[in-house]
């Protein structure tokens, strides 16, 4: 069972992760507008992950009796500067995703709602992943520098990044 205050919460995160699922794709045209086809893929990856981490939620509200509100999702920049600047853009964004997701387990144990607690374990450890991902590939842009044919060579590596596999859809 959820209180309307952890309700309420969760109801703002499905909204987060949909707008990440947005900003990345926002990203992926980007990406392609720049010639980028590999990091155009790689973001393209990234919103069918974001989806999942909504619908996660979606999913879990529903489950525990609650009610699911889905709020407006705000637009997206359309540039992103150098694919540097872009992937630091990145990390802040799934920075500021955590600090988000322990707001949540912090009040889901002030709530004493030790089943959202255990629920939000997943995404605390999908966040290390995340921020993870974006540190390596600005490690390698870092490393690329100016080199245009380095940074070829990272976007034929961005192509290959598959899917998210259906364990991950399930709740
Ligand atoms: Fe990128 O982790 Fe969800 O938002």
């Known amino acids: 069972m959820l209180n309307e205050k952890m309700e309420e919460a969760l109801n703002e995160q499905i909204n987060r992760e949909l707008y990440s699922s947005y900003l990345y794709l ?24 974001e989806t999942i981490h909504g619908m ?29 600047e872009m992937f630091q853009k990145t990390l802040q964004h799934e920075q ?11 009040l889901a144990r002030s709530e ?10 997943w995404y605390v450890k999908e966040q290390v992943e995340e921020e993870e991902n974006d540190n390596e590939i ?21 192509a290959k990044r598959l899917p998210p596999n259906d364990e991950e859809e399930s709740i």
């Open 26 to 49: 926002a990203m992926s045209a980007y990406s392609s507008s720049i010639g980028l086809p590999g990091f155009s893929h790689w973001f393209k990856v990234q919103v069918r992950e």
């Open 56 to 84: 996660k939620l979606f999913d879990y509200i529903n489950r525990q009796g609650g009610r699911v509100k889905l709020k407006e999702i705000k637009e997206p920049p359309m540039e992103f500067g150098t694919p540097m």
């Open 96 to 106: 500021f995703v955590t600090r988000s997701i322990n707001d949540l387990v912090d």
């Open 112 to 121: 004493k709602d030790e089943t959202t607690v255990s629920f939000l374990q």
């Open 138 to 158: 600005i490690d390698k842009l870092k490393n690329a520098g100016e080199n245009k044919e380095a940074l070829s060579t990272l976007d034929a590596e961005l």
